[in-house]
Nanobody, 123 residues
Framework: QVRLVESGGGSVQTGGSLRLSCAAP????????MAWFRQAPGKEREGVAF???????RYADSVKGRFTLSKDNAKNILFLQMNSLKPEDTAMYHC?????????????????WGQGTQVTVSS
Protein backbone atom coordinates (compact mmCIF):
# COMPACT_ATOMS: atom_id res chain seq x y z
CA GLN A 1 0.00 0.00 0.00
CA VAL A 2 1.52 3.29 -1.12
CA ARG A 3 1.30 5.89 1.60
CA LEU A 4 3.66 8.61 0.38
CA VAL A 5 3.26 9.87 -3.18
CA GLU A 6 6.05 11.81 -4.87
CA SER A 7 5.92 13.97 -7.96
CA GLY A 8 7.97 16.63 -9.70
CA GLY A 9 10.96 14.70 -10.95
CA GLY A 10 12.27 15.11 -14.45
CA SER A 11 15.27 15.85 -16.63
CA VAL A 12 17.15 19.14 -16.47
CA GLN A 13 20.51 20.49 -17.46
CA THR A 14 23.27 21.41 -15.05
CA GLY A 15 22.32 24.52 -13.12
CA GLY A 16 18.61 23.92 -13.52
CA SER A 17 15.94 23.61 -10.86
CA LEU A 18 13.21 21.18 -9.91
CA ARG A 19 10.68 21.06 -7.11
CA LEU A 20 9.68 17.70 -5.73
CA SER A 21 6.43 17.17 -3.89
CA CYS A 22 5.40 14.45 -1.46
CA ALA A 23 1.76 14.02 -0.49
CA ALA A 24 1.11 12.14 2.72
CA PRO A 25 -2.01 11.03 4.58
CA UNK A 26 -2.85 12.95 7.71
CA UNK A 27 -1.87 10.17 10.14
CA UNK A 28 1.65 10.11 8.70
CA UNK A 29 2.20 13.81 7.96
CA UNK A 30 1.19 15.14 11.38
CA UNK A 31 2.94 12.53 13.50
CA UNK A 32 6.25 12.03 11.77
CA UNK A 33 9.40 13.78 10.83
CA MET A 34 9.83 13.69 7.09
CA ALA A 35 12.73 13.49 4.72
CA TRP A 36 13.99 12.97 1.21
CA PHE A 37 16.44 10.22 0.41
CA ARG A 38 18.02 9.50 -2.93
CA GLN A 39 19.59 6.51 -4.56
CA ALA A 40 21.77 6.57 -7.63
CA PRO A 41 22.48 3.40 -9.63
CA GLY A 42 25.04 1.25 -7.86
CA LYS A 43 25.05 3.41 -4.75
CA GLU A 44 23.48 3.18 -1.33
CA ARG A 45 20.40 5.19 -0.48
CA GLU A 46 21.42 8.42 1.22
CA GLY A 47 19.54 11.00 3.24
CA VAL A 48 19.37 14.37 1.55
CA ALA A 49 17.11 16.58 3.65
CA PHE A 50 15.21 16.16 6.90
CA UNK A 51 12.53 18.13 8.72
CA UNK A 52 11.17 17.43 12.17
CA UNK A 53 7.76 18.10 13.69
CA UNK A 54 8.59 21.67 14.69
CA UNK A 55 10.15 22.57 11.38
CA UNK A 56 13.82 22.18 12.15
CA UNK A 57 15.74 21.08 9.10
CA ARG A 58 19.06 19.57 8.26
CA TYR A 59 20.69 18.78 4.97
CA ALA A 60 23.43 16.60 3.61
CA ASP A 61 26.62 18.56 3.03
CA SER A 62 26.39 17.82 -0.68
CA VAL A 63 23.14 19.78 -1.05
CA LYS A 64 23.46 22.55 1.55
CA GLY A 65 22.74 25.93 0.08
CA ARG A 66 21.12 24.39 -3.01
CA PHE A 67 18.18 22.35 -1.69
CA THR A 68 15.42 23.67 0.55
CA LEU A 69 12.62 21.86 2.35
CA SER A 70 9.21 23.36 2.94
CA LYS A 71 5.78 22.13 3.98
CA ASP A 72 2.19 22.97 3.14
CA ASN A 73 0.47 21.92 6.35
CA ALA A 74 -2.99 22.64 4.97
CA LYS A 75 -2.50 20.07 2.23
CA ASN A 76 -0.10 17.64 3.93
CA ILE A 77 2.58 18.15 1.29
CA LEU A 78 6.34 18.19 1.72
CA PHE A 79 8.38 20.02 -0.90
CA LEU A 80 12.02 19.84 -1.87
CA GLN A 81 13.19 22.81 -3.93
CA MET A 82 16.37 21.85 -5.77
CA ASN A 83 18.43 24.60 -7.36
CA SER A 84 21.82 24.67 -9.08
CA LEU A 85 21.46 21.00 -9.91
CA LYS A 86 24.53 18.98 -10.79
CA PRO A 87 24.94 15.69 -12.65
CA GLU A 88 25.83 14.03 -9.34
CA ASP A 89 22.33 14.85 -8.10
CA THR A 90 20.96 12.34 -10.60
CA ALA A 91 19.09 9.68 -8.65
CA MET A 92 15.73 8.27 -7.69
CA TYR A 93 14.39 10.52 -4.95
CA HIS A 94 12.20 8.97 -2.28
CA CYS A 95 10.00 10.68 0.26
CA UNK A 96 10.31 9.18 3.72
CA UNK A 97 8.73 9.55 7.15
CA UNK A 98 9.92 8.58 10.59
CA UNK A 99 11.53 10.59 13.39
CA UNK A 100 14.23 8.07 14.21
CA UNK A 101 15.66 8.65 10.73
CA UNK A 102 15.77 12.40 11.47
CA UNK A 103 18.17 11.61 14.29
CA UNK A 104 20.27 8.94 12.65
CA UNK A 105 19.99 9.85 8.98
CA UNK A 106 19.76 6.14 8.22
CA UNK A 107 17.40 4.70 5.66
CA UNK A 108 16.98 1.65 7.92
CA UNK A 109 15.24 3.90 10.44
CA UNK A 110 12.59 5.15 8.03
CA UNK A 111 9.06 4.04 8.83
CA UNK A 112 7.26 4.94 5.62
CA TRP A 113 8.54 5.21 2.05
CA GLY A 114 7.26 6.54 -1.22
CA GLN A 115 7.95 4.80 -4.50
CA GLY A 116 10.21 7.56 -5.76
CA THR A 117 10.53 10.08 -8.54
CA GLN A 118 13.46 10.17 -10.95
CA VAL A 119 15.71 13.21 -11.22
CA THR A 120 18.19 13.32 -14.08
CA VAL A 121 20.68 16.13 -14.50
CA SER A 122 22.66 16.28 -17.72
CA SER A 123 25.90 18.14 -18.25
Amino acid sequence: QVRLVESGGGSVQTGGSLRLSCAAPDYIYRRNCMAWFRQAPGKEREGVAFIDLVGSTRYADSVKGRFTLSKDNAKNILFLQMNSLKPEDTAMYHCAAGCRSFTTGRSDDVTYWGQGTQVTVSS
